[in-house]
C-alpha cells in the first residue's frame, strides 16, 4: 500500500505561502468554534523515520490558542496498567484538541520492529485498537489519523549516516504500517496517508485534510481569508470526498 504512494506531489513557495495563511486562519476559526461548542477533537500523527512531523505540528498550533490544545510526542507508557490506558486519560475535554505525536500505534510499529511485542501481541493489539477507536468516536470526539511517508532514499539524504536504519529495518517497518493500515482503518476513524517528500507540501495536505474534517463534522464552513464575505452564517455543500484508507 505505501509502496504505491506517490510521493512526488508539491507546492511551490507562494503556493505554500497563501494555502498556509488560509488553512491556519480557517483552523483558527474552527478551533474557537469547537471551544465554544464543547466539542473535541484526537489528531494521530505517525510517520516513517527523518519526517520532519514536529515542523507540521508546529504549523497546525501556530496560531491556535494554546489553552484550547494539547501535543503529547514521543512514547506515552505507566507501568503496570493496560497500554491503551495511558491515551485513555490523556483525551481531550470538551473544547479541546489533543495532537498524538506518536501514539497507542507505537506497540504495533515500532514495539513490533524492535522485537518488544510478539506476533500474538499484536495481532491481538489491532482488536483493542479498533475497540478503543470505536469508544473514541462514540464519545462525540472526531478522530484524524495522518500518516507521513517518505522513501528509504529521503530517509539517507536527511540523516548522518549512523542514525540511518538498515534496510531490513526499514522494510520491516513499512511491513508492519501497511498491516497497522490494512488492520486499524475503520470507516470511522480512517487514516490519511501524505506524501512527506516535500516538507512544504505535507504541512499544507495536513492543514487542509484537519479544516475539511473539523468542519464537516459540525457542519461549518469557515470564511476564507482571500474572500471577504466567505463563510458567513454558511453549512458546507456536498463535497468531493479524499481518498482514504478505511
Request: hydrophobic share 40%; aromatic share 8%.
Amino acid at each position: 500500500m505505501l509502496n504505491t504512494l506517490d510521493l512526488t506531489a508539491k507546492l511551490d513557495v507562494e503556493e505554500y505561502a497563501k494555502a498556509l495563511v488560509r488553512s491556519q486562519l480557517q483552523l483558527r476559526d474552527l478551533v474557537q468554534r469547537y471551544y465554544r461548542q464543547q466539542r473535541s477533537a484526537v489528531v494521530v500523527i505517525e510517520h516513517m523515520p527523518a519526517v520532519r512531523a514536529g515542523n507540521i505540528i508546529h504549523r497546525v498550533i501556530e496560531r491556535i490558542d494554546p489553552r484550547n490544545y494539547r501535543v503529547y510526542s514521543g512514547e506515552i507508557a505507566e507501568q503496570d496498567t493496560h497500554p491503551l490506558y495511558p491515551f485513555w486519560i490523556r483525551l481531550p475535554l470538551p473544547g479541546q484538541i489533543t495532537l498524538f505525536h506518536g501514539s497507542w500505534y507505537e506497540r504495533v510499529l515500532s514495539g513490533r520492529v524492535a522485537g518488544r511485542v510478539s506476533e500474538e501481541e499484536y495481532q491481538r493489539a489491532y482488536h483493542e485498537i479498533n475497540t478503543f477507536e470505536r469508544q473514541v468516536v462514540d464519545g462525540q470526539i472526531v478522530l484524524l489519523k495522518f500518516w507521513l511517508h517518505h522513501d528509504y532514499e529521503d530517509c539517507t539524504n536527511l540523516l548522518n549516516p549512523e542514525q540511518i536504519p538498515t534496510r531490513q529495518e526499514w522494510n520491516a517497518l513499512v511491513a508492519a504500517a501497511n498491516d497497522v493500515l490494512l488492520n486499524c482503518s475503520l470507516l470511522i476513524a480512517p487514516w490519511t496517508l501524505v506524501p512527506a517528500r516535500e516538507p512544504l507540501y505535507a504541512q499544507v495536505a495536513v492543514l487542509d485534510t484537519l479544516v475539511d474534517a473539523l468542519a464537516d463534522a459540525i457542519n461549518h464552513q469557515p470564511p476564507d481569508p482571500f474572500k471577504p464575505g466567505s463563510g458567513k452564517g454558511k453549512s458546507r455543500g456536498k463535497k468531493k470526498k479524499k481518498e482514504k484508507t478505511g
